[in-house]
């Protein structure tokens, strides 16, 4: 049996997400919020009680660690961004994506923008994937096929998912000695 396209990607898409949601299940506040360097893109409270993502352009070399409240703004930031652009009317700025504020509050957005995307992909056939329409203006994707951003985006979730398991890895680690 051949499998089609939107089913893998689905499929991809449903495996990166169960890893989400097992590194989701406890998270808190304070392990969003721990900065494992000194050197460390984080969240941060800004004007109007809105917060805001540590962000350099050009990106510094080296770039900084980040820390989990960052890789979930930044996983928010691409989602809300792509999803915009690809089955919207585009997406607003970067700097007006913010952080939701908490944890809870950072999974239940991330899991909004899953379900969304999801139920976007399901819809498609290949004529969909091929095209390059839905990707115009995405500042990421533009020229290439909805194929190929919706495969980037199941590689950049697993990515983010797997910073996020490392950093409760590490500090979870660095409490356990005492030096965290």
Not at 30 to 43: F, K, T
Not at 60 to 69: N, R
Not at 90 to 108: F, L, M, S
Request: aromatic share 10%; charged share 20%.
């Amino acid at each position: 049996m051949t499998v089609g396209r939107v089913d893998l990607l689905l499929r991809q898409l449903d495996i990166a997400w169960a890893l989400f949601e097992y590194h989701a299940g406890d998270l808190d506040d304070a392990a969003c919020l721990w900065e494992p360097a000194a050197y460390c893109w984080s969240v941060r409270p800004g004007a109007a009680g809105r917060w805001v993502a540590d962000w350099e352009v050009p990106e510094p070399d080296p770039v900084p660690a980040v820390s989990i409240g960052w890789v979930t703004w930044h996983m928010g930031y691409w989602w809300t961004t792509t999803l915009g652009h690809c089955f919207g009317t585009g997406a607003p700025p970067r700097e007006e994506i913010t952080w939701p504020g908490g944890a809870a509050g950072a999974v239940a957005w991330l899991r909004g923008l899953h379900d969304d995307w999801r139920a976007a992909l399901a819809g498609l056939g290949d004529r969909d994937l091929d095209s390059t329409e839905r990707t115009a203006g995405l500042p990421w994707g533009e020229g290439q096929t909805l194929g190929a951003v919706a495969g980037w985006l199941n590689v950049e979730l697993t990515k983010n998912v797997a910073e996020i398991g490392l950093l409760r890895v590490l500090r979870g680690a660095r409490q356990h000695a005492g030096t965290g």
